[in-house]
């Protein structure tokens, strides 16, 4: 089992950065990626970014390359969302994910995932 804790989320104006952070305890993130999705009212829980928790190999969602970066400190068995340049349509509630399985690529689909976190809410106000 592996019990996901985000945090770091709130209000910021269009511009801001917000860096989100999720903890990780019981199994560690050896042998697995980990990732961040967002999930907006009434729609689907979209990829933002993922990282190969051994060989730091990350991937990002189109919407969000250039903009936010993934990161992970493994001392700390944490992994991080930095986000800079947000903008409205990055509102959302911000999941984060582990995969226990053998990934090398980290995975963009929910169902490749398979602990997730409660959620932090991230507003971008105009």
């Known amino acids: 089992q592996v019990q996901l804790v985000e945090s770091g989320g709130g209000l910021v104006q269009v511009g801001g950065s917000l860096r989100l952070s999720c903890v990780a305890s019981g199994r560690t993130f050896s042998s697995s990626a980990a990732g961040w999705f967002r999930q907006a009212p009434g729609k689907e829980r979209e990829f933002v970014a993922g990282v190969n928790w051994r060989t730091g190999i990350t991937a990002y969602g189109d919407s969000v390359k250039g903009r936010f970066t993934i990161s992970r400190d493994i001392s700390k068995n944490t992994v991080y969302l930095q986000m800079d340049s947000l903008k409205p349509e990055d509102t959302a509630i911000y999941y984060c994910?582990?995969?226990?399985?053998?990934?090398?690529?980290?995975?963009?689909?929910?169902?490749?995932?398979?602990?997730w976190g409660q959620g932090t809410q991230v507003t971008v106000s105009s």
């Open positions: 994910a582990a995969d226990v399985r053998l990934t090398v690529v980290p995975g963009k689909r929910p169902s490749q995932y398979d602990y």
